[in-house]
């Protein structure tokens, strides 16, 4: 890859804020929620202009199952709608769906829509979309440990492939370029713990529903101005 064609980035991002966003406005936490898949379409949209090949946003965590039940069905919902209404848009835009996690956990209805979603946009090249629906990076670190026992010692690029099969990623992902975390923490929450390992980071304080076009843009411009060595002196030091 030449300097003139950097590699396409992969960028993840943890939605946070959603709660605090409805907080404000003195709506219930589902309409957050609701106005943060907005958000996330603004983002898919803006996505492959600013050089990204692969986009792995946080949607619920393994630790989300802890919220009280009724936010843990909008949320479900959101995403079930999410990707059956999304997936024609999709495949119009060349993009690839792709849900990463445990399924064993998630009801029928869910694992249906996210099997028709990644079968029918699997051939889009323009961008791939990683949803993280019941993701812990410590629970998918520790199952793609347990499938590498009885192996030779693996190289960590073989550790990567295994975890990207644990969390069923197709297509595998690269190590992530950029990772973005809005609503002022800061803070990992269990994400990508292992493909993060040289990620630039960036925070913002603003709330999840509020993210867009410009709030990519902004977050892209800073990591352009990082200069990241991986371990190694820079040229220009
Ligand atoms: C992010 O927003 C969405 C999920 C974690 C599912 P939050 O719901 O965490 O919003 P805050 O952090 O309470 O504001
Ligand atoms: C992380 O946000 C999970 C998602 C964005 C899906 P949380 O709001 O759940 O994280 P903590 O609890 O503040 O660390
Ligand atoms: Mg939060």
Redesign the pocket.
Known sequence: VSAATPAPLHVAII??????WAHRRGLA?SA??RA?AGAVERTVEAAPSQGIGTLTLY??SAD?WKRPADEVST?MGLLRRYLRRERRRCVENGVRLSVIGRRDRLDAEIVRQIERAEAETASGSRLTVRIAIDYSAREAIAAAAHSASGLPALSTADFSALLNRAIHSSPPAPDVDLLIRT?GEKRLSDFLLWECAYAELVFTDTL?PDFGADELARAIAEFQKRHRRFGMVSATA
């Open positions: 939605m946070d804020g959603n709660g605090r936490r957050g929620h943060g949607a619920f989300n949320l609503s999840w």
